[in-house]
């Protein structure tokens, strides 16, 4: 058998080849010897090698290294348990040398190959390899396993922390390698799903889990070639990619995709459906009006602009609501909200298309958006309009009560009355303006030139605030005469305003503007108290008629403000008149009926003005009974025509009916005079009798009249 004895400082160490004489063979034999030496000794293991007696034949210098063993001792032919003996004495064996032997003994007695391993005393890791000899006796290789043993406990420690932290996600996971096959999945993606492990096996391909998406019919919906193509775009760019997925049962998830370093991409899956509910109410609440829920002025404009980029043929609405105002100050301000909201839903049933747009900019302001066919634009327009009218001047009912608004509109054409949101919104409000200005519950369509109208109303309004300081003011006066005796039985007060920059303004030109802004308030204060200072200095017995406006009425004041025009001028409750309009008896509030039914116990008389035109509707004078009804002059003017004949004929007889005293406006002829005593009319007013005149000609005219000169 081919030995190497190597001494210390040499490669192998083995017993000679001393003794065999032969030359040629000897020096084959040295050759083969020392290239088999070279071999031992070049392994990357250590290598023992012991006869059938347990004695060492050869080892290499790996072998002596890992042991730490004492080269001078462990030399060929030393007995395996001496070696045992010194690796204990040297101090790297973790045992005795005969637990060792104990050991070892039956690996040496087995006539197979085994590996086992051993732990030095310094907690290296020893493995050995044990193979028996055919010729007795074995050889051991011996590899410290010590660093791979450490990195396999490492890599086993990260496992368990990835698993660890995989199971405790909130969020779903899926990991795809390079491939695109499934490698990682975690519990809470089968969760968050609702599947088993079975519906998405590992190693399934990412195209596989998307049909099983499909097919579990998971997704709202799914479109699978477009989810590879993105998450390819995704991959190639090296960036996250995020996309909500709406789930079929309603709720949603984020789905990240994020590319892996070493190639493939790590997909997380988060609930999000409330976080999203949270996040899409902030963002709503930022758009809408949270009274009426609908678009609020910002998302209004967003939707213009979209609206205006689209370029198709659009009307703008700029709506105002009529007597809100009275609403709120009568019933409170959340019978106010109450309407509001009605208001909006019965305008948001208006619209028909889905895609025209109601805001509410805030109090009784809305504005519409609304999309029409090319070219149908007024058209379409002027359906809505009318519709809008139609459906908000419908009573809104709750449990206890009825309220009555209007709505007045302003509409801008869009291209026609403007190309951006700014100049159609400010000629829709022009419009809306001059709706306003002309009487309530109407729509008007924008005009080139209204803009110079508005501001003429404008500057009335500045002027007229400053007319009233200023005593711009003055009261004429009109008789009234009792038909049957030819009598003057009073005068009414009629405004007038001498303007310096205007001349004289006729009050059916200020008195609107005045009761818009209020001031008719002060202005009808003035008219009361100078009325009735006026009339103190008549015949006894003249009573004196004043106009009052339904906004005086229900400013909360009025009655304070009657009783002191007459305490200061010392005219008796029973000689005033108040003639007030249908508007007035419409107002569903009870303040301005209790109002009135104070004044009139106190003994003021209450007029039905301007009656027959406007609402007519009989059932007022069930509400209030009125002392008088004044017959509109364009009644008196048409008397020759028959149906107008018998309107007048019909509500004289009314009135005698009610015993209500019906006095006729406007009688400029004989023959119409002659109409009305014939028909049994108590009274009439007009050119005829006389023309409303200055204070001081009244005077001398009721002064004059020869009824009264003996009565007064
Ligand atoms: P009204 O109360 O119906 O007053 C009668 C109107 O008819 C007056 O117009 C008068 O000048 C006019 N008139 C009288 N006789 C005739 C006639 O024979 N033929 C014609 N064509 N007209 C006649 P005026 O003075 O322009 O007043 C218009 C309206 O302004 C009044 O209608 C009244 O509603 C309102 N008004 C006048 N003064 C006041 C006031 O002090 N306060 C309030 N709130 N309104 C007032
Ligand atoms: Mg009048
Ligand atoms: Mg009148």
């Known amino acids: 058998m081919p030995v190497a004895h190597v001494k210390a400082g040499s490669p192998v160490r083995g017993r000679s080849a001393e003794g065999i004489g032969?030359?040629?063979?000897?020096?084959?034999?040295?050759?083969?010897?020392?290239?088999?030496?070279?071999?031992?000794?070049?392994?990357?293991?250590?290598?023992?090698?012991?006869?059938?007696?347990?004695?060492?034949?050869?080892?290499?210098?790996?072998?002596?290294?890992?042991f730490r063993l004492d080269a001078e001792v462990v030399k060929p032919g030393i007995r395996f348990f001496d070696i045992l003996q010194h690796s204990v004495d040297i101090g790297v064996a973790s045992h005795s040398a005969e637990e060792l032997y104990a050991i070892r003994k039956p690996y040496i007695d087995r006539a197979q190959p085994s590996t086992y391993e051993e732990m030095l005393s310094d907690g290296r890791i020893i493995n050995i390899s044990h193979r028996p000899l055919a010729s007795g006796g074995w050889v051991s290789i011996y590899e410290d396993i010590t660093e791979q043993r450490r990195a396999e406990q490492e890599l086993k420690e990260q496992h368990r922390r990835f698993d660890a932290a995989l199971a405790n996600m909130s969020q779903g996971l899926l990991m795809y390698d390079a491939d695109g096959r499934?490698?990682?999945?975690?519990?809470?993606?089968?969760?968050?799903?609702?599947?088993?492990?079975?519906?998405?096996?590992?190693?399934?391909?990412?195209?596989?889990?998307?049909?099983?998406?499909?097919?579990?019919?998971?997704?709202?919906?799914?479109?699978?070639?477009?989810?590879?193509?993105?998450?390819?775009?995704?991959?190639?760019?090296?960036?996250?990619?995020?996309?909500?997925?709406?789930?079929?049962?309603?709720?949603?998830?984020?789905?990240?995709?994020?590319?892996?370093?070493?190639?493939?991409?790590?997909?997380?899956?988060?609930?999000?459906?409330?976080?999203?509910?949270?996040?899409?109410?902030?963002?709503?609440?930022?758009?809408?009006?949270?009274?009426?829920?609908?678009?609020?002025?910002?998302?209004?404009?967003?939707?213009?602009?979209?609206?205006?980029?689209?370029?198709?043929?659009?009307?703008?609405?700029?709506?105002?609501?009529?007597?809100?105002?009275?609403?709120?100050?009568?019933?409170?301000?959340?019978?106010?909200?109450?309407?509001?909201?009605?208001?909006?839903?019965?305008?948001?049933?208006?619209?028909?298309?889905?895609?025209?747009?109601?805001?509410?900019?805030?109090?009784?302001e809305f504005v519409i958006i609304q999309f029409n066919t090319k070219g149908a634009g007024p058209k379409d327009a002027e359906k809505l309009a009318k519709r809008i009218v139609d459906i908000i001047g419908r009573p809104f009912r709750d449990k206890s009560r009825d309220m009555h608004v209007g709505i007045s509109l302003g509409i801008a054409l869009f291209p026609n009355d403007g190309r951006d949101a700014d100049t159609l919104l400010k000629n829709a409000d022009m419009a809306l303006y001059r709706a306003k200005s002309e009487g309530r519950n109407v729509y008007r369509f924008f005009e080139p030139g209204m803009d110079a109208m508005v501001q003429a109303r404008r500057a009335l309004e500045t002027d007229l605030e400053a007319a009233l300081p200023r005593r711009e003011f003055g009261l004429d006066f009109q008789p009234i005469m009792n038909i049957a005796s030819g009598e003057i039985v009073g005068a009414e007060a009629l405004m007038r305003w001498h303007s310096p920059a205007r001349g004289l303004v006729p009050p059916d030109d200020f008195i609107p503007v005045a009761e818009e802004t209020g001031l008719i308030v002060p202005l009808g204060e003035w008219a009361l108290?100078?009325?009735?200072?006026?009339?103190?200095?008549?015949?006894?017995?003249?009573?004196?008629?004043?106009?009052?406006?339904?906004?005086?009425?229900?400013?909360?004041?009025?009655?304070?403000?009657?009783?002191?025009?007459?305490?200061?001028?010392?005219?008796?409750?029973?000689?005033?008149?108040?003639?007030?309009?249908?508007?007035?008896?419409?107002?569903?509030?009870?303040?301005?009926?209790?109002?009135?039914?104070?004044?009139?116990?106190?003994?003021?008389?209450?007029?039905?003005?301007?009656?027959?035109?406007?609402?007519?509707?009989?059932?007022?004078?069930?509400?209030?009974?009125?002392?008088?009804?004044?017959?509109?002059?364009?009644?008196?003017?048409?008397?020759?025509?028959?149906?107008?004949?018998a309107i007048v004929r019909t509500i004289i007889g009314l009135g005698a009916q009610l015993g209500t005293t019906v006095t006729a406006e406007g009688v400029e002829t004989e023959a119409q005079l002659e109409f009305l005593r014939r028909e049994g009319c108590v009274e009439a007013q007009g050119y005829l009798i006389g023309v409303p005149s200055k204070a001081a000609d009244i005077q001398r005219l009721l002064k004059a009249n020869p009824a009264l000169s003996q009565s007064g």
């Open 529 to 645: 108290r100078k009325a009735c200072t006026v009339a103190a200095g008549w015949p006894h017995g003249l009573c004196i008629a004043v106009n009052v406006s339904a906004v005086q009425i229900k400013s909360g004041t009025f009655a304070r403000s009657v009783i002191s025009a007459l305490a200061f001028s010392g005219v008796p409750a029973d000689r005033l008149e108040l003639e007030i309009t249908e508007t007035v008896l419409m107002d569903e509030s009870d303040t301005v009926l209790k109002t009135l039914k104070q004044l009139r116990g106190l003994g003021i008389r209450i007029a039905l003005d301007d009656f027959g035109i406007g609402y007519s509707s009989l059932g007022y004078l069930r509400r209030f009974p009125v002392d008088k009804i004044k017959i509109d002059r364009s009644f008196i003017r048409d008397i020759d025509n028959r149906d107008t004949a």
């Open 182 to 364: 499934l490698i990682v999945r975690n519990e809470r993606f089968l969760e968050l799903y609702h599947v088993t492990p079975a519906d998405f096996p590992l190693g399934m391909s990412h195209r596989g889990a998307l049909e099983q998406f499909a097919r579990l019919g998971i997704y709202a919906e799914i479109d699978i070639e477009s989810e590879i193509s993105k998450t390819a775009a995704c991959l190639q760019a090296g960036e996250m990619l995020s996309t909500y997925r709406h789930l079929a049962d309603g709720r949603t998830l984020l789905v990240v995709r994020r590319p892996m370093s070493g190639g493939g991409w790590v997909a997380t899956f988060d609930d999000v459906t409330e976080r999203r509910r949270v996040e899409e109410r902030m963002t709503h609440l930022a758009h809408h009006d949270t009274l009426t829920n609908l678009p609020n002025r910002s998302m209004f404009r967003e939707r213009l602009d979209q609206a205006l980029g689209e370029a198709t043929d659009l009307a703008i609405f700029s709506l105002d609501l009529d007597r809100f105002k009275a609403v709120n100050d009568t019933w409170g301000h959340p019978a106010g909200d109450w309407l509001l909201k009605c208001v909006a839903e019965r305008l948001q049933n208006c619209l028909r298309s889905e895609t025209d747009v109601v805001a509410r900019f805030g109090g009784d």
């Open 22 to 66: 032969l030359p040629g063979i000897e020096d084959e034999l040295r050759k083969q010897n020392d290239r088999f030496s070279a071999a031992v000794e070049n392994m990357s293991h250590g290598l023992g090698m012991f006869d059938a007696d347990e004695r060492m034949i050869i080892c290499n210098g790996n072998y002596i290294s890992i």
